[in-house]
């Protein structure tokens, strides 16, 4: 309930309230076979398809929904490597398609019968072209819940940092990263990834005085 101010105003209630702030959990390795097998268990085509994408992607939400069919395959072939133009910096970011996600586009989009010129993953309300942003979050959702994950600490950012953060802690390798996520300057994938802080309790617990 609002607070009442001088019996006209409102104080709103803060968005944020009981509410988790900050970056949102990169998956462990383990978590992600943990949803995927779950999801291949119970055939859920379309959601497995979206889950490696996205993992493989590294995309925002937003770039994500809004892939059409020809953005990852040519005819009924899934492509090895893709190339997208991301909305909030309207600069192209290319991506790797692994065997796995392949497999699981084609299954995808023949049981679907979706078309060269059709979004990828249409929305099952008819008021929306593809999955919304919002959709695609609620799924999200759904995935760290049916593994017992706590939802407020995830979302669709877990998706976009999962596999550049085990990249990055497999490698070191922050310009690779830098270049996987899209970013224009490597200062904004040293904070996406938090490695500094990672970084530095690591050599902090190797060293012993």
Known sequence: MPTELNGNQHLQTPWNKDKIIGQKRPLKLQEVWAIRIRLQLAQQIRELALFNLAIDSKLRGCDLVGLHVSDIAHGHTVMHRAIVLQQKTQRPVQFEITEQTREALTTWLAHAKLKDDQFLFPSRKHASPHLSTRQYARVVER??????????????????????????KRTKNLRAVQLLLGHTKLESTVRYLGIEVDDALEMAEQTEV
Do not use: N
């Open 143 to 168: 995935w760290v819940i049916s593994i017992g994950l706590d939802p407020s600490a995830y979302g669709t950012h877990t998706m976009r940092r999962t596999k550049a953060t085990l990249i990055y």
